[in-house]
């Protein structure tokens, strides 16, 4: 079975710029997760989508960042301009569903962008 | 709100040791809890979970963990380490209700394993 799948691997921009993440989840997985790892830190979660829709965007800063996940099942991540501050890693993870007994959330190898 | 707090973000043991590492949570309620593992430029994989059934769950690569409720405690252990087990480690805890499956990450604990 193939994983979660995540591109680029590495991205260097200037601050003011603007980048794309994208992430192709396990087949037949509902739920799509991006999650921001700063150095030192756990990850923290963005934005959780259930098929095409978006379940919590909470901790999303929604003036620079967005998501999207047509079709239920490729999202990209957008930074629009991008800061100093959003140099991390950002990790894509998927999972069967969502609701009752917790599921196991599959995650892909990461995008690492760093911002100059 | 819930959160992890893992007690010390740097952990050093030789090869054959005992591995512990410290996870407590704040919640009124025992949510789910989950121990995670990143190795070098990869993403996270699932080591074990509490899901309110037996309190000492056994993970993969010999690691366990054991639930104590008293001490809001979900420690990590490994009687004897190996080279390979060097990596990051999170936990991590998910509400039982109005979560929709999410995820709250400790900030980790970095083990290294010495000849």
């Known amino acids: 079975e193939a994983g979660v799948a995540q591109s680029p691997r590495y991205k260097i921009i200037e601050k003011r710029q603007s980048v794309a993440f994208w992430c192709n989840p396990i087949?037949?997985?509902?739920?799509l997760y991006w999650y921001q790892q700063i150095l030192g830190q756990g990850p923290k979660l963005l934005i959780q989508?259930?098929?095409?829709?978006?379940?919590?965007d909470s901790q999303l800063p929604k003036d620079r960042f967005s998501a999207e996940r047509l079709k239920g099942v490729d999202s990209t991540l957008k930074i629009q301009p991008a800061k100093l501050e959003d140099s991390a890693v950002y990790l894509c993870?998927?999972?069967?569903?969502?609701?009752?007994?917790?599921?196991?959330?599959?995650f892909g190898p990461g995008t690492r962008l760093t911002v100059l | 709100a819930q959160s992890v707090t893992q007690l010390g973000s740097h952990v050093s043991v030789s090869e054959g040791a005992l591995v512990l590492l410290r996870c407590n949570y704040s919640?009124?309620?025992?949510?789910?809890l989950f121990w995670y593992v990143q190795y070098p430029n990869q993403g996270l994989q699932l080591l074990l979970k509490?899901?309110?059934?037996?309190?000492l769950v056994k993970g993969i690569n010999g690691f366990e963990a054991e639930f104590k409720k008293s001490e809001t405690s979900f420690h990590l252990t490994k009687p004897s380490a190996h080279m390979s087990d060097a990596a990051e480690y999170f936990c991590?805890?998910?509400?039982?209700?109005?979560?929709?499956?999410?995820?709250?990450f400790g900030a980790g604990t970095r083990l290294a394993v010495h000849p």
């Open positions: 993870a998927s999972s069967v569903a969502t609701g009752g007994l917790h599921n196991e959330q599959f």
């Open positions: 087949s037949g997985h509902a739920t």
């Open positions: 989508f259930q098929n095409n829709g978006v379940v919590d």
């Open positions: 919640s009124s309620v025992p949510p789910y």
């Open positions: 509490y899901t309110s059934a037996a309190t």
């Open positions: 991590a805890v998910s509400p039982l209700s109005g979560g929709y499956n999410k995820l709250i």
